[in-house]
């Protein structure tokens, strides 16, 4: 079958597949770890430096990196090294990215960009925050605390644009998602489902359990990124009054 | 002044080739739902494949043409007149300005594409025209047509210009033999297998392929809603987010299967049965909601071969068309 996996490699241990007729998933483990999210992102690094002709772009996630490329620019320029054999877009390309993964240096270290996120926690901007202080048996400054003391790693930007998939949350103010989500989520609203943390970067409904409000905008469609956060981006958040809010906000010229 | 909506219709929106490079930003592709139909429509008029089009879905708008233009009408077939008189489509058609296009009902598929000679005015954000509705960015204000919207193009050809404009419209004899884009019977639609396929029981696996599935009125560019036979896994299992893209068929915890289309998220984190082939793509964007679909397992090589024969054909389509609109003095 097309999507078993294919073929394991010694160095960097890894599973190719295809998504598609023009896209393939390397699978570099099977749980959200730091060495796992390691390996993604240098790899994504690797290609994007260097990248082979028909590459159009790759999507990092919690263990695997998916590579898109256009299967007919592939198929033109192994057509003129090879009149006679059908070709396949994906072998090429399996064999590219196989070649390249043995390029990968593993002891190299990573360097993480540290962004930090200013929120006013409570009252209208986070509706939440006293039912997540209250699952915890915490004071609703104790959650704060915590929230704004922990680092985040964003594994990956999904699901929105902007949107951060974000790692680290303390369990002691984890919370399960609303049983009945809102309809609207304001665009900056911060919240916690279950382990993760996160803000949305435009409204749209959700079932997160609201705590804050950032002024500031994840979702840059003018800027090149349009992301305010990158995978691999160290997130913190810092605690901010309501009038400190309202004066951000119309700087940002909302 | 150019086009003038009177009537938005269900949902008009600019489309192209979509926004390709930032889906690590989680910024969606978008474009065309049927790019095979909007490839067509700009090669009619003398424009790049990729160049922006309006994408018009089962009732179309009624627009006021406001200068002499040369336009093509591609995709399903939504009744397209100009003065109450029908418009070919699958040609070239030269329109006079101060006359009303309309769409009077669908009669074949379900998406049109209305190109112009010289594009429209719209400017690229992130290196593409295309609407993207949910991010509210791109194409006329980053949203669908709505009443009193003037939607301005380019009109470049100095032939056009020129050309007296007596009638209403005119068009030559000759057209592109739809059928091959647009087959009045739907074929099946192929798919090779999902990358979680083998997460799902073998029954289910059978019944994809062996049962129709009804697309639902729950059905928009991100994606078919379709139910069948429930699609069970064989065991519960947690999938962490991974990307996904056009044509992804996941199944939520409920059993009915979603396909992703044009305005897919990035990322998602339902198990894949299935993955809809490239070159059959275009065809679900001519399946309207109620109307059902009949999967069909090939092979990733079969879907290759399939793929590089479309892009063959397209591109032999555009050398003919080249030489009827020079032979014409069209552009």
């Known amino acids: 079958m097309s999507s078993m996996p294919e073929k394991l490699l010694n160095k960097t241990t890894c599973v190719l597949s295809p998504l598609g007729d023009s896209a393939i998933v390397i699978t570099f483990g099977n749980e959200m770890k730091y060495g796992i999210h390691k390996k993604i992102k240098m790899f994504m690094d690797l290609l994007e430096d260097e990248p082979f002709a028909g590459f159009i772009e790759c999507v990092p996630a919690f263990t695997n990196l998916t590579v898109f490329y256009d299967p007919l620019v592939i198929y033109k320029n192994q057509k003129q090294s090879n009149e006679t054999e059908t070709i396949s877009p994906y072998e090429v390309v399996r064999s590219i990215l196989e070649t390249k993964l043995e390029d990968l240096k593993e002891d190299k270290k990573l360097t993480h960009r540290t962004v930090s996120i200013p929120v006013c926690y409570g009252n209208e901007y986070g509706p939440d925050l006293e039912y997540v202080a209250r699952y915890n048996n915490l004071t609703t400054d104790e959650v704060v605390h915590i929230h704004s003391n922990g680092e985040y790693l964003a594994y990956m930007i999904g699901f929105a644009p902007g949107f951060p998939f974000l790692g680290g949350l303390s369990e002691k103010i984890s919370a399960p998602r609303r049983s009945s989500p809102r309809m609207t989520i304001p665009a900056g609203a911060v919240g916690i489902a279950g382990m993760q943390t996160g803000v949305y970067p435009i409204s749209t409904p959700g079932g997160w359990q609201l705590i804050g409000q950032t002024p500031t905008k994840l979702f840059l469609p003018n800027v090149d990124p349009p992301s305010l956060l990158q995978a691999g981006d160290i997130v913190k958040f810092h605690p901010i009054s309501t009038q400190e809010y309202k004066e951000m906000i119309l700087k940002e010229g909302v | ?331």
């Open chain 2, 1 to 331: 002044m150019s086009l003038r909506v009177i009537k938005p219709g269900l949902l008009t929106s600019i489309q192209d080739l979509g926004r390709k490079g930032f889906q690590q930003h989680g910024v969606i592709i978008s474009g065309a739902m049927d790019p095979y139909s909007l490839r067509i429509a700009n090669m009619l008029v003398g424009n790049k494949e990729g160049e922006a089009a309006l994408e018009i879905t089962l009732m179309g708008p009624t627009l006021k043409i406001e200068k002499n233009c040369l336009i093509a009408i591609t995709g399903g077939n939504l009744s397209p007149t100009i003065d109450s008189q029908t418009v070919p489509m699958w040609k070239p058609v030269y329109v006079k300005k101060g006359t009303i296009l309309r769409f009077e009902g669908c009669k074949s598929g379900c998406r049109s594409y209305l190109s112009v000679a010289g594009g429209y005015a719209i400017s690229t954000v992130m290196n593409s025209k295309s609407t993207y509705l949910r991010g509210e960015i791109g194409g006329f204000k980053g949203r669908a047509l709505k009443v009193d919207d003037v939607v301005d193009f380019n009109v470049t050809s100095t032939i056009l210009i020129n050309r007296e404009f007596k009638e209403s419209f005119t068009a030559p004899k000759w057209f592109v033999n739809d059928k091959e884009f647009m087959p009045s019977r739907m074929p099946a639609i192929r798919f090779i297998d999902g990358s979680q396929s083998d997460y799902f029981t073998d029954s289910s696996k059978v019944s994809f392929t062996e049962n129709l599935f009804k697309v639902s009125n729950q059905s928009d560019r991100m994606g078919y809603r379709i139910s069948g036979p429930l699609l069970e896994l064989n065991e519960k299992r947690e999938l962490l987010s991974e990307a996904v893209t056009n044509g992804s068929v996941q199944v939520p915890p409920d059993g009915n299967p979603i396909i992703l289309l044009a305005d897919s998220q990035t990322t998602g984190g339902y198990p894949k049965i299935a993955q809809v082939i490239t070159a059959d793509l275009p065809m679900i964007a001519q399946i309207k909601p109620g109307e059902s679909i009949q999967f069909s397992r090939v092979t990733l090589k079969e879907a290759e071969q399939l793929f590089l024969q479309k892009e063959q054909q397209l591109k032999e389509l555009k050398v003919s068309i080249s030489l009827a609109l020079k032979k014409q003095q069209v552009i």
